[in-house]
């Protein structure tokens, strides 16, 4: 049962992690704790499965169990793989960018210095 709920909600909350449980973090970072967060929760479960008795676990319904929390681990896998490999991409593509800019600029107005460090940037580092 609880392999289900926790099945449930990464097919609910995967296109867009609950903002409550990784409010600091940048989105890629939060994504990576919030489903690193839900693989603890499924070995929690399994832990306890591997202490019974081997006739226990040889039964259609610890294999079942098993069955589950196989999906539900390369899920959490791929989901992994796929943030990591879209946050290399946004490096790429946005530190090249903003790195080449210059770090002070002058502004319109007043004509005083200001920096240019694209908040994106900055994301990007954290």
Request: aromatic content about 4%; glycine content about 4%.
């Amino acid at each position: 049962k609880d392999l289900k709920v926790i099945q449930e909600e990464f097919l609910k909350y995967k296109d867009d992690p609950p903002k409550a449980t990784v409010q600091s973090l940048p989105p890629i970072s939060g994504a990576l704790t919030w489903c690193r967060g839900l693989g603890a929760r499924v070995k929690i479960p399994m832990d306890k499965l591997k202490e019974l008795d081997r006739n226990i676990l040889d039964r259609e319904e610890a294999k079942e169990v098993i069955k589950v929390q196989k999906v539900i681990t390369s899920l959490l896998t791929d989901f992994e793989a796929q943030k990591i490999q879209e946050w290399g991409l946004e490096i790429e593509s946005t530190s090249s960018a903003k790195l080449d800019l210059p770090l002070l600029r002058r502004s319109e107005d007043n004509r005083r210095l200001a920096t240019n460090f694209d908040p994106a940037l900055v994301r990007l580092l954290r």
